[in-house]
């Protein structure tokens, strides 16, 4: 039996070339370790669901049928974003749940979601299923039963009927020909908004852009459809549609941390004293806001499981991560919902005098988009050591390794990490002024090329 790439088994989730990596055998042989834990728990029924990747169309049958030859009952809600898939797991019987995709990546890909016991797998257990993928296991002598289950007309109407807005909203939504698509008109318009649909036929192919609005080369479209149409807002969804990317009425780009501003201000105008927590690449501006409303901030480690986590810890209610990833424990489950959180927003505008006013009001500094630079996965932590080392003892800024390397000084803060979804490094630096902007990118791209004088850095 052929040993399954170690790096597909990531820190969050399991992701890989589709054709070479997370192949049919793969998925198949994992769906047979979960079943093993799931038994090891006393669980023996999950819920399933995959997007719109091409590759689904293979990835998805094997799924199945390793865990009901293991002797689980699947439940299957067909295609669906993963939020329509964590809040099933959230509102049924059932509280287990694979999700088949690979959420903004390239359509070469595809990726496991997993959940046990209500919980996005530990590092810890996914580690643990890889090393079960390299056991024999015998098909379970009694078959799993499948059955269906349309869980999307409880998701909207649940969210339609908690949430009323206080005026008409024009509204321009990017569904990047992935499966948001098959929730997000719908929704918006049960919330009474006029909505302008882009690109929202399924085709994995992704034919007009790759679906992550977290890169605003990917927001072209969106950002002339509100211009063109006079919207009051446009709004664009990543793969499985558990991350929201926000343009204003004049077109600028709202990155997530600056979207938890505006949610975290208006939490906390009802719950004083909360806890709000946000991850290593969000602006340090997002502090001060938190602060400035009577919050109290915390900042965690990047990926969605980790945050739910930390959330769970610290009882806090609403989080959230500049890759476009907001959780809400406030009047919903604790899970990054990128429809939700768009439908909270809209509510929020909704109630003000003016839109374009409530995001003139934000705080702003000169600041980067996440920026990646490619990396061998089996090089990135022996350079991420290196350049710890050359920049940990750095003695006019304050330096933190919670997760890879960030410095922050008086005027600017740069951010080196691993990236635990892609070959990738991620990048980012803000400044209060250009100056300030350029002068860390500056620092830091000395230190990086020193150590690999060959990588192509986008700055």
């Not at 890889?130 to 349309?150: H, M, P, V």
């Not at 509100?226 to 343009?247: M, N, P, Q, S, Y």
């Not at 806001?289 to 986590?309: D, E, F, Q, R, Y």
């Amino acid at each position: 039996m052929n040993r399954l790439p170690a790096h597909i088994f990531r820190s969050y989730d399991i992701r890989g070339l589709a054709d070479t990596e997370l192949t049919a055998d793969a998925v198949y042989r994992i769906a047979t370790a979960f079943a093993a834990m799931m038994r090891v728990c006393g669980e023996t029924c999950v819920i399933t669901a995959c997007d719109a990747r091409l590759s689904a169309d293979s990835l998805y049958p094997a799924l199945k049928r390793s865990l009901l030859a293991s002797g689980i009952d699947v439940i299957d809600s067909g295609q669906v974003p993963t939020p329509v898939l964590y809040f099933a797991t959230a509102t049924s019987a059932c509280p287990n749940g694979i999700m088949l995709t690979a959420s903004h990546n390239p359509k070469e890909y595809n990726g496991l979601k997993i959940l046990l016991q209500g919980k996005n797998l530990t590092s810890e257990q996914i580690q643990d299923l890889f090393k079960a993928t390299n056991e024999i296991y015998a098909d379970s002598i009694t078959r799993g039963q499948l059955t269906a289950n349309n869980f999307l007309p409880s998701y909207i109407d649940t969210i339609a009927n908690q949430l009323t807005l206080g005026k008409r909203l024009k509204v321009v939504i990017d569904c990047a020909n992935a499966i948001p698509a098959v929730v997000a008109p719908t929704l918006f318009r049960r919330l009474g908004c006029e909505v302008i649909e882009l690109h929202s036929e399924l085709d994995g192919s992704f034919p007009n852009h790759e679906p992550d609005p977290t890169q605003p080369n990917n927001l072209g479209d969106l950002i002339a459809a509100v211009k063109t149409h006079k919207a009051d807002i446009g709004l664009g969804f990543d793969g499985d549609g558990d991350r929201l990317g926000v343009v204003t009425n004049e077109g600028e780009v709202i990155y997530a941390d600056r979207v938890l501003m505006l949610l975290a201000q208006d939490l906390l105008s009802r719950h004083p004293g909360a806890t709000i927590v946000y991850d290593v690449k969000c602006s340090h501006l997002l502090k001060e806001v938190i602060l400035a409303a009577g919050g109290k901030p915390l900042m965690g480690k990047t990926g969605h499981s980790l945050i739910k986590a930390l959330m769970r810890t610290e009882n806090a209610l609403l989080a959230g991560e500049m890759s476009g990833h907001i959780f809400f424990k406030e009047n919903w489950y604790g899970f990054d919902d990128g429809l939700y959180a768009a439908a909270r927003l809209l509510n929020l505008l909704s109630h003000a005098p003016a839109v374009g006013a409530v995001f003139a009001a934000l705080p702003r500094c000169y600041s980067t988009p996440e920026l990646a630079v490619s990396m061998a996965e089996d090089g990135k932590a022996s350079f991420m050591q290196a350049l710890i080392e050359r920049l940990k003892d750095d003695p006019q800024g304050e330096v933190s390794l919670l997760d890879g390397i960030r410095i922050d000084f008086d005027d600017a803060w740069g951010l080196v990490r691993p990236s635990n979804t892609t070959p990738n490094l991620v990048l980012r630096f803000e400044g209060v002024s250009e100056e300030s902007l350029l002068r860390i990118q500056t620092l830091f791209k000395a230190h990086l090329l020193a150590l690999a004088p060959e990588i192509e850095l986008p700055f």
